[in-house]
């Protein structure tokens, strides 16, 4: 294949040159990161799981009528997006305490919530992602008053279908990050879903055993990371029952399907 010009490299994902004007590829990597990167690992099979349950979980989303940068899935670690100019902004959707609100409050991780709460973080890693106030998003022109609540308002239908989604395989969605993008259509933009959604941005407990299915386990050393997120596919329906299923498997299934 011609080598594809790379647009962009993240800690966790590639972006390269799509086949079409306004497209790109993005790739999914097995690096993972922690604590603004300070944290470094490899996740072997990571980047096959999170491109094939981010394609899940943003093609339902779609079906409900989110909007979101998403085309199709291109092969087991590759996916064709729409380009968008991504808004500064990490909004963090929250239904129980854990991870830096329970540090910064001193409130016990598992303690529900009585409400919803979001979250706005600026997005840059010299500064280590501080959070923000829509005061400071607004003042600084990030994102409009629209544009800001288009968001609010997405990541609450995001949250209310998500934590349906996850309670009818047992799982309890804590808190998750979203990533917003703008598409332009000549001198009027609008907003849409951007990034991923994947046990890498979302803590995932067990309804039951209360264990954590995402990245928590690399953060903290818990081991098992990939049997986790394994998990979250399975129950999604995402891997083919029965077997012990290693991502190998479910690379040979694929290519078995040819997809
Ligand atoms: N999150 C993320 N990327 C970030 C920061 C947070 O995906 O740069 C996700 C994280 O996985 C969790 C939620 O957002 O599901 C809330 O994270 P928190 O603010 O508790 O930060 P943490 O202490 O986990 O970095």
Redesign the pocket.
């Known amino acids: 294949m011609a080598r594809r010009r790379q647009i962009y490299e993240g800690k966790a994902k590639i972006l390269y040159e799509g086949p079409e004007p306004g497209t790109l590829i993005q790739y999914f990597k097995d690096d993972a990161t922690?604590?603004?990167a300070q944290k470094k690992g490899t996740i072997s099979g990571k980047g096959v799981l999170n491109n094939r349950i981010s394609e899940h979980v943003f093609t339902l989303l779609q079906g409900i009528g989110v909007p979101t940068h998403f085309i199709r899935r291109l092969n087991m670690r590759e996916q064709l997006i729409r380009q968008v100019e991504i808004v500064p902004i990490?909004v963090?959707?929250?239904n129980v305490v854990?991870?830096?609100?329970?540090?910064r409050l001193g409130i016990e991780e598992g303690t529900p919530l009585p409400r919803t709460i979001v979250?706005y973080?600026f997005?840059d890693d010299a500064l280590g992602?501080p959070?923000v106030t829509d005061e400071h998003i607004l003042c600084f022109g990030w994102a409009s008053q629209e544009e800001l609540h288009d968001m609010a308002d997405m990541a609450i239908r995001v949250n209310d279908f998500l934590s349906g989604l996850f309670a009818g395989i047992g799982i309890r969605l804590?808190?998750?990050?979203l990533e917003f993008g703008r598409i332009w259509d000549n001198e009027y933009s609008r907003i849409i879903l951007a990034d991923e959604i994947s046990?890498?941005?979302?803590?995932l407990w067990d309804m039951v055993s209360g264990e954590k299915l995402?990245?928590?386990r690399f953060?903290r050393d818990l081991g098992g990371e990939v049997e986790a997120y394994q998990e979250v596919a399975r129950r999604l329906g995402l891997l083919p029952e029965g077997a012990d299923s290693t991502v190998l498997d479910l690379e040979k299934h694929r290519q078995r399907k040819g997809s």
Not at 199 to 203: M, N, V
């Open positions: 922690a604590f603004n990490e963090v959707v929250r854990a991870g830096s609100l329970s540090k979250e973080y997005k992602d959070m804590v808190d998750f990050k046990p890498d941005g979302c803590r995402d990245k928590d953060r």
